[in-house]
């Protein structure tokens, strides 16, 4: 793989959603007109979901309609497929798997997008954005993030727990994310709300096309 395979990674998926935010979210309520897409602190992602399973990144996507966590290959991988989906460590395409980040568990529901770009996992962090005055507090909050993440698995010696389908009616968040994503967002920028509990007017968004997510696939 060529040294300057994850920068066309990433350049890949930013050409999507912008092709997404003048195509299917033209004119959607939702939108933040003072936001862009733009893809925030992006580097190796050190959870390993299934033996063998080829690299994937772990970053933030900035959008003007949602914040996400995203676990994104290094190359496309098919998200139509079960059996690649099961080798590459991936959810499959609306099912949602609880991944550990040190001391943090997170909601990560599989995801697909045609245009080269295939299959990934993604949190959902803010959506709407309208909490957000511009760009550069959108940025911020994606690097604190990314900042929180990744000094927790640095400082957790416990390895991390495999990921499991949460039972209906639990939450399978344990205390420390709620911190997380709320009160320590909140001590960065003055927002923050809870990972996986977006809500739309009583109905979860799908964070990637901005569609009523009604359903959640456990």
């Known amino acids: 793989m060529s040294d300057d395979a994850p920068q066309r990674r990433l350049a890949g998926l930013e050409a999507v959603f912008r092709r997404i935010a003048t195509t299917r979210m033209r004119g959607v309520p939702v939108l933040n007109p003072a936001l862009s897409v733009q893809a925030v602190g992006f580097g190796p992602d050190p959870l390993r979901t299934a033996p063998g399973a080829a690299p994937t990144m772990l970053g933030v996507l900035v959008t003007p309609w949602f914040m996400n966590l995203l676990r994104l ?66 940025v911020a909050t994606a690097r604190e993030v990314m900042r929180l993440l990744r000094q927790s698995w640095s400082e957790t010696s416990t390895p991390p727990s495999p990921p499991r389908h949460p039972r209906e009616g639990e939450d399978p968040r344990t205390p420390a994310t709620a911190p997380f994503v709320g009160a320590r967002l909140r001590g960065h920028d003055g927002v923050g ?11 979860g968004w799908h964070a990637g096309l901005g569609e009523p997510d009604r359903e959640r696939t456990r």
């Not at 809870?194 to 809500?199: E, F, P, V």
């Open 193 to 203: 709300r809870h990972a996986g509990a977006i809500q739309q007017d009583g109905v």
């Open 73 to 138: 290959p290094l190359q496309p991988v098919d998200g139509h497929d079960a059996t690649v989906l099961q080798a590459a460590g991936l959810a499959p395409l609306g099912h949602t798997v609880v991944r550990r980040y040190g001391e943090h568990a997170l909601d990560f529901t599989g995801a697909h997008e045609a245009e080269g770009l295939g299959a990934w996992e993604q949190a959902s962090l803010f959506s709407p954005m309208f909490a957000f005055a511009d760009q550069p507090a959108a």
